[in-house]
């Protein structure tokens, strides 16, 4: 695979998207060379469309298909924006992508860097290090944009959001989910309310226990959501590969970061696992405006999923120099505040 | 109403549900008196279902409906269970209740308590006391039931779920919680996940914003779900009041009441606003079949709902004496380890 030069399509996005996504190439580029990858850049997002009135056309849409894997950063105007409606930029681009393009798996690693400050108590972390996986289902669930609203605005008005889950969906990322875990501990941990969401629910228990008949080499578990808040905070240790659908796996993930030592570190792949479309790496970070512009986002994220982009092309190798420089830094440099740049730098320079 | 003999439904339910109600009557008893309160107990749960085939007859509801509120312990039994079918229990009779009685608001104090071990570092506790209150939605949402499966057992299976949610419910909880902040810090946090849930997310923002221009001395702002789990670890102090839908306030109680100390120490009131049924105490935990039956279940979260149905039903006064008096047995006890009974025993000695 090294032999071939990828193209790879780069949506920087909004916020702190681009200043982040600057420092993943920098670091791409010094862990394979110059000639790797062609890189594309589209310019897409907020700014995008308060310019041109377009999210993503059919046109750019049929253009990002045709590239190996896509680098994205972040996507979204401030919550309280009055210049872009709700939801326009995540549902009309970042989802949009994860839905046309298949991308049924959203892998999310957490793993607890030895020194980085997490919000932990020491009873906690004293149990052992902190390293699962949350394999989040993609494209379907509460995502899946089946919803409306009746007399909207009046005192009788009704508003539906409607999860739809199927088998066929559900049966690949858990499937995915146990062949993950068989690489590592050997145990999938599956998320759901199936007490209350008894539909949704059963379908996930039923598919998890005939997908763990042919896997008896994986132990599997479950809790319902509210549990695994509560095990997210009192004992991370206990999971290895978790498997949710793709809201709980959504609110999971930003936990997980948190008890992590923060979402600054956090790496996302949304993969296609049929391999009929391009994958997308992006860190699980949003384009948090707050911070945007002034230079001081971590980059970390967004580097990491860049080792996650080069396993997925087949560049193991390379990958894990780029985690081994990621948990080098982070070990002499946590307590160090350092800027966006300072960070890739500091990264692509051990990699030189 | 101190002189007004109130009437009482107790449903200890399952698991610890009834070890911990026994140890909140006897709290109860202490504060006010054997004179003051009519106390009739329901048989209900996973044993009077396995032994009769009844989740809850409408006759029995119709005798539930006639007091003046009700105590429950626990209802569910465990998750892997083979004998009682997922959520049979829940949604036939727990939320069965919530549902008939229109108990609208969910109210979920989360307060730590000065001493109480928390997985939380002292890098987070530093920044101030943790005292917040969720108001959760508890009769619309994707608890409302509406949701089926297609193709069940095929490779073709469909299964949906649907939220609901109405202005009429929506606008109730709201007014609370603004009511409810502006006995507090006067401030009303909105959770949910409009960017992606445009439709449900939508009416919540609207109700919010119209309930604000009537109420310019309480502040409000509003949070994603999943960046809410990151701030319930990382600044928790942040929070006065949040209001959210009935799942999402599920999920964030458990994560609340894992910050503060764990949930058994978290109160839960189940309460019709419009006064027109009985109203519901019972902790957050659930009935924690792993651990029932062994006299080691931690009674607190039972006792201080005790102090909630105090509240409501116009006793302030006695309500009081037992937050004082569990406050004052935490502080006292938290790192002994106690029995059930011996906990109950010292907080109603307290009281007598
Ligand atoms: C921006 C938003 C639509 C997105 C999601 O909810 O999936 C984000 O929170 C994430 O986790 O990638
Ligand atoms: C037992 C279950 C149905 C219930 C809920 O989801 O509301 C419980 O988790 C709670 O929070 O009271």
């Known amino acids: 695979m090294t032999s071939h030069r990828a193209s790879l399509a780069v949506i920087p996005g909004d916020g ?89 798996v959203n892998l999310r690693p957490a793993r607890l ?39 909207k605005g009046t005192p009788n008005e009704v508003a539906t959001e409607v999860s739809v889950n199927t088998a066929f969906g559900v049966e690949r990322v858990v499937r995915y989910a146990f062949d993950l875990a068989a690489t590592r501990r050997k145990k999938v941990t599956l998320v759901h309310k199936h007490n209350v969401l008894v539909n949704a629910g059963g379908l996930w228990r039923r598919v998890v226990e005939e997908v763990a008949r042919e896997r008896p080499d994986v132990e599997h578990d479950y809790l319902h959501v509210d549990a695994a808040t509560i095990m997210l905070v009192s004992e991370p240790q206990r999971f290895d590969v978790i498997v949710t659908d793709n809201l709980f796996g959504d609110i999971l993930t930003d ?9 600054g570190l956090a790496p996302s792949a949304n993969i296609n696992t049929a391999g009929e479309f391009p994958s997308m790496f992006e860190p699980v970070h949003g384009s948090a405006p707050d911070i945007a512009g002034r230079g001081i986002a971590d980059p970390t994220a967004a580097i990491s999923s860049m ?46």
Chains 1, 2 share one sequence.
Request: include cysteine.
């Open 307 to 352: 080792a996650l982009l080069l396993r997925h092309l087949g560049r193991p190798a390379d990958a894990q120099r780029i985690d081994d420089a990621v948990s080098a830094d982070i070990a002499a440099h946590r307590t160090t505040p350092r800027s966006t740049s300072q960070i890739g730098d500091a990264i692509a320079a051990a990699l030189g």
């Open 16 to 104: 702190i998207g681009p200043e982040v996504v600057e420092q993943a190439l920098k670091v791409l580029t010094a862990a394979c060379g110059e000639q790797a990858f062609d890189l594309t850049h589209y310019d897409l997002g907020a700014q995008h469309w308060l310019r041109t009135g377009e999210v993503l056309d059919d046109e750019t849409l049929a253009g990002l298909a045709r590239h190996d894997a896509i680098v994205l950063g972040a996507v979204g105007a401030a919550p309280g924006s009055s210049q872009v409606p709700s939801g326009l930029l995540e549902r009309g681009l970042l989802l949009k992508l994860r839905f046309s393009f298949d991308q049924d």
């Open 113 to 151: 860097y030895p020194g980085v400050p997490t919000p932990l108590a020491s009873s906690v972390l004293d149990k052992g290090p902190i390293d699962f996986v949350v394999v989040r289902e993609g494209t379907e669930g509460l995502y899946a944009g089946n919803g409306g609203t009746l007399r």
């Open 255 to 263: 936990e997980a970061g948190a008890v992590t030592g923060g979402i």
